[in-house]
């Protein structure tokens, strides 16, 4: 079997790829396992040596890269070069500038009951990692978890999508050129049977950023095995712009964060909220915008092609059940005017949306923005918390207390406020949903952690005979009694908390 990668922009044939066998996953899991005994010994800095060289060969392989995931994608070498190489290196510079705070020791405090004795903090590689990964933005939802797994020492398997081979296979060769060990990083090429034979190889994490329904089927197999994972699923996004804000920034924002990727986005500008007193002068200047939009393939276009027919279906989809509804198409051409062999979309603008409409409600991932009117602070926060996702938001206004006061109120794993998307692109942050959008959190020291066991260390010097709670239990009963109700009451009583801490270490 293989996997023919195809350029979306032409329907161009590019290259074929073997598709990895299903009898091999044992295989594959073996391998894993051996590297990790070696790569897991590695010191810290042993292994930041390696990250640095995939750095570098990333730096120095920018162009090729951004090409290569816009050939793959069908989006423009823009979008792939700024939303998906730069987050990813960022998110090696992440590690290699923060690992060892994030995963050294962390010494706690040790409770006065526990005198004598120190705790700390340490964090132990889980195994194999498996890392599914879907085809929006091939490289940074692969690269940014298996970089987060490998950091902490554990080994990793990759199923990148089926839909955008040419990534995963140009991972694969990033890493071989950077060096790394053996089947410290593997690449598994195939759809969802491929997905499906690993997750049920019983890995030791899985992370999986894609569909809610794929989502669910994977976690009720990794509850099989008890196997933890990180579900990274789908968004559809709020974008709320108060009268006040700043309307050209706000209208040029809402337009980027809809048609960037050709809004194959699970964080972009999906549902407009506009203020109804700026209502019709918004929706004009999100036309005006909208029709600026340069499509093509170039590295001076706006917006490329959808990635695959299938998404374009869902489109057409969700447009004509909004029109059908009496949606109004401000911008952009009607369904039945698309060319059938093409995947370019022209961006749309909606109105008179109906809140029931799929485009409303489920996952649109497509060039087309509805617009809806609102009147009060409440009604915004109302309409933008009615979704079952909950992955990132957007409120703009002049008024920051207000902005911030929505950005409290909305159910989200995120919210930016005065500009869009971009909470992904620090990796300081949590990044993760709520609701359907998905369970955990990855980036930040926590995204170096989810992969690692949290050991809980209590070391004691062992210089005593025995400790006050051991056996015999005989007399200690009153002396206990007295200690805890001294040292829990309202008031502490040191006098008879030391008094009774001394008789029963007299025991000893
Ligand atoms: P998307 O359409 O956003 O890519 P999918 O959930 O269809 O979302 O796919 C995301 C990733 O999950 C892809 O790599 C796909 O091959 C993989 N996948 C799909 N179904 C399964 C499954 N049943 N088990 C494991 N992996 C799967």
Redesign the pocket.
């Known amino acids: 079997m293989v996997l023919v990668a195809v350029n979306p922009a032409t329907g161009e044939r590019i290259e074929e790829i073997e598709e990895t066998d299903i009898g091999k996953v044992q295989t594959f899991y073996e391998n894993s396992r051996r590297a990790f005994s070696r790569w897991s010994g590695l010191s810290l800095d042993e292994r930041l040596g390696y990250f640095r060289r995939l750095k570098k060969v990333m730096a120095e392989a920018m162009d090729e890269i951004a090409k290569t995931v816009s050939l793959d994608t069908g989006k423009v070498p823009t979008d792939a070069l700024v939303s998906d190489v730069m987050p990813t290196i960022e998110s090696i510079e992440f590690v290699l500038k923060h690992v060892k705070k994030s995963l050294s020791p962390q010494k706690v405090k040790t409770p006065l009951l526990l005198f004598g004795k120190t705790s700390c903090v340490e964090y132990m590689p889980r195994g194999v990692v498996l890392v599914?990964?879907?085809?929006?933005y091939p490289l940074q939802l692969a690269m940014v978890p298996a970089v987060s797994a490998l950091a902490g020492g554990n080994t990793v398997i990759l199923?990148?999508?089926?839909?955008t081979p040419l990534v995963g296979k140009l991972i694969e060769s990033l890493f071989q050129r950077a060096g790394f060990p053996e089947h410290v990083l593997q690449v598994a090429h195939g759809?969802?049977e491929v997905?499906?034979a690993f997750?049920n190889g019983k890995p030791d994490y899985i992370f999986f950023t894609?569909?809610v329904?794929?989502g669910k089927?994977?976690q009720k197999a990794a509850a099989e095995h008890l196997i933890p994972t990180t579900l990274e699923l789908g968004g559809k996004d709020p974008f709320i712009v108060f009268a006040d804000a700043n309307l050209e920034r706000a209208a040029k924002g809402a337009v980027w964060a809809a048609f960037t990727n050709c809004g194959q986005v699970c964080m972009s500008a999906e549902r407009i909220f506009v203020e109804k007193s700026v209502f019709p002068e918004f929706v004009e200047r999100l036309k005006e915008e909208t029709r600026s939009l340069v499509l093509g393939q170039g590295e001076d276009a706006d917006i490329g092609s959808m990635t695959f027919p299938g998404q374009k279906e869902i489109v057409r989809e969700h447009v004509l059940d909004a029109l059908a509804r009496g949606a109004k198409l401000e911008t952009g051409e009607h369904p039945d005017r698309w060319t059938e062999d093409s995947l370019f979309v022209k961006p749309m603008v909606m109105t008179n949306v109906p809140l029931d409409a799929k485009i409303m409600k489920e996952e649109t991932f497509g060039p087309v923005l509805p617009v809806v009117p609102f009147e009060t602070e409440e009604e915004a926060v109302k309409l933008a918390n009615d979704t079952e996702y909950g992955l990132n938001a957007s409120v703009w206004s002049n008024d920051l207390e207000r902005a911030r006061r929505v950005a409290a109120k909305l159910v989200s794993g995120a919210v930016v406020i005065n500009d869009a998307v971009i909470s992904v692109a620090n990796p300081h942050l949590p990044f993760g949903g709520a609701k359907n959008s998905g369970i955990g959190r990855y980036h930040g020291k926590d995204g170096l952690r989810i992969f690692c066991h949290e050991k809980a260390l209590v070391i004691d010097r062992g210089r005593l005979k025995r400790e006050v709670q051991w056996y015999p239990y005989k007399g200690t009963y009153p002396l206990f009694l007295r200690l805890f109700q001294s040292y829990f009451g309202e008031r502490k009583n040191w006098f008879a908390f030391f008094q009774s801490f001394l008789r029963l270490m007299k025991r000893n």
Do not use: L, R
């Open positions: 599914i990964s879907p085809w929006n199923k990148p999508s089926e839909v759809g969802k997905g499906s997750v894609g569909s329904k794929t089927i994977i």
